[in-house]
């Protein structure tokens, strides 16, 4: 698997309808995101970032085009199979952490993998995994408000970690932290990827995060424009 695209995006448009109007979110978008990379997606407010993420998250329905996801076809998957890959392959971080704010760091970890089914004692290995990957085993027991904002997105890291899924998809996640808090965070995603594999794609606005990526990718009014290497 490893030396394939994570996505491979072909002639991907997509419109969203208000009453008459139509407005053209991404235009004829065709690009490969490598594996095991961190990825990251630039532009301007309203050029398409989240509507991107968002069909790659399987969350937005696809209209034209093709998306595959290493060499399976995802464009036009049932809701069950949707479900399925969004349950086990790709994992979820949100620039407002999304916590549940009555749970446990290690309860907010938990929870989210009971939808696998996974037995006790493995859901167990995989939030001790995740919490000590992020450096908050010691504070396992503490509530979101408990935490600094640093240390909810770390948990909210770790949610998505203990999926072990393919991908971690974060739309603008560092938006919400300070920079230096912000930096702290990419530090970690940029060690996650070189240490376990998994690959990143994340939306910013922020020069400090684009930095970080492998691979950027800067859209314009729905078009990439640009793809930089580092
Ligand atoms: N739910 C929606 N309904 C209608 N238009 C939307 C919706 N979400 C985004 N748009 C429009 O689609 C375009 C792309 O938006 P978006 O993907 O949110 O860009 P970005 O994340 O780069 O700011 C913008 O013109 C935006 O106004
Ligand atoms: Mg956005």
């Given at each position: 698997?490893?030396?394939?695209n994570?996505?491979?995006?072909?002639?991907?448009?997509?419109?969203?309808?208000?009453?008459t109007?139509?407005?053209?979110?991404?235009?004829?978008?065709?690009?490969?995101?490598?594996?095991?990379?961190?990825?990251?997606?630039t532009?301007?407010s309203?050029?398409?970032?989240?509507?991107?993420?968002n069909i790659?998250?399987?969350i937005e329905p696809m209209?034209e085009?093709?998306i595959?996801?290493?060499?399976?076809e995802?464009?036009?998957?049932?809701?069950?199979?949707?479900?399925?890959?969004?349950k086990?392959?790709?994992g979820?971080?949100?620039?407002?952490?999304?916590?549940i704010?009555?749970?446990?760091?290690?309860?907010?970890?938990?929870?989210?993998?009971?939808?696998?089914?996974?037995?006790r004692?493995?859901?167990?290995?995989?939030?001790?995994?995740?919490?000590?990957?992020v450096?908050?085993?010691?504070?396992?027991?503490?509530?979101?408000?408990?935490?600094?904002g640093?240390?909810r997105?770390?948990?909210?890291?770790?949610?998505?970690?203990?999926?072990?899924?393919?991908?971690?998809?974060?739309?603008?996640?560092t938006?919400?932290?300070?920079?230096?808090?912000?930096?702290e965070i990419?530090?970690?995603l940029?060690?996650l990827?070189?240490?376990?594999?998994?690959s990143?794609?994340?939306?910013?606005?922020?020069?400090?995060?684009?930095?970080?990526?492998d691979t950027?990718?800067h859209?314009?009014?729905?078009?990439?424009i640009?793809e930089?290497?580092?």
């Open positions: 698997m490893t030396n394939k994570l996505f491979t995006i072909k002639d991907l448009s997509f419109c969203y309808t208000l009453g109007q139509k407005i053209e979110a991404i235009r004829d978008i065709s690009i490969d995101i490598p594996s095991q990379s961190l990825i990251t997606f532009g301007p309203g050029s398409g970032k989240s509507t991107l993420l790659l998250g399987l209209q085009g093709q595959l996801f290493f060499d399976e995802i464009s036009h998957l049932s809701e069950r199979k949707k479900n399925k890959l969004r086990f392959k790709i979820f971080i949100f620039q407002q952490f999304h916590l704010p009555v749970l446990t760091a290690e309860e907010n970890v938990k929870y989210f993998l009971s939808r696998q089914k996974l037995p004692i493995e859901v167990k290995r995989r939030s001790k995994e995740a919490l000590e990957s450096g908050l085993w010691e504070h396992r027991m503490k509530k979101p408000t408990e935490l600094s640093g240390q997105q770390r948990v909210a890291i770790a949610r998505a970690l203990a999926k072990e899924p393919e991908v971690i998809i974060a739309d603008e996640p938006a919400s932290l300070d920079q230096e808090t912000g930096r990419m530090d970690l940029r060690h990827v070189r240490e376990k594999g998994v990143i794609v994340l939306t910013t606005h922020d020069p400090m995060v684009r930095t970080y990526a950027n990718f859209l314009q009014d729905g078009r990439v640009r930089e290497q580092s």
